[in-house]
C-alpha cells in the first residue's frame, strides 16, 4: 500500500505562487507514474498535471500551462507542482494520484482518474481576485 499526503495548499492572492507536494509513504513510488488532480465545487475532478514514472515526460492541461510545474524527487518520495500565476479559476482541491507502472510502461503518463490506484486526501488552493 502507498500512502499520499498532500501539502501546501492555502490562500493566495491572484499573480501569486503555491507549491504542492505530495509525501508518499509504505512504499517506493520511484516506478509510479504520478499526477496532480484538481475539484473545484459542482465541478468535476481534471488532471491538471502528470509525469511518467521516468519524469521524462509530463502533460499539462492547456488551463495551466506554462504556470504550472510538476516534478518528482524519487530519493524523497516526492512529487511536486510548481504554481505560478494563479487565477481565481484556479482555487480548488488539488490532490495527487499514483499508478503503479512496469519498465515497458516507464515512459507513460496518465490523465484519466480511473487509471490511478492511490490517491491523498488533497489539499485546498483558494485564490482570491
Known amino acids: 500500500q502507498v500512502q499520499l499526503v498532500e501539502s501546501g495548499g492555502g490562500l493566495v492572492q491572484a499573480g501569486g505562487s503555491l507549491r504542492l507536494s505530495c509525501a508518499a509513504s509504505g512504499r517506493t513510488v520511484s516506478s509510479y507514474a504520478m499526477g496532480w488532480f484538481r475539484q473545484a465545487p459542482g465541478k468535476e475532478r481534471e488532471c491538471v498535471a502528470a509525469?511518467?514514472?521516468?519524469?521524462?515526460?509530463?502533460y499539462y492541461a492547456d488551463s495551466v500551462k506554462g504556470r504550472f510545474t510538476i516534478s518528482r524527487d524519487d530519493a524523497e518520495n516526492t512529487l511536486y507542482l510548481q504554481m505560478s500565476g494563479l487565477k481565481p479559476d484556479d482555487t480548488a482541491v488539488y490532490y495527487c494520484a499514483g499508478r503503479k507502472t512496469y519498465v515497458s510502461s516507464s515512459f507513460l503518463y496518465y490523465t484519466a482518474d480511473t487509471l490511478y490506484d492511490y490517491w491523498g486526501q488533497g489539499t485546498q488552493v483558494t485564490v482570491s481576485s
Open positions: 509525469i511518467s514514472w521516468s519524469g521524462g515526460r509530463t
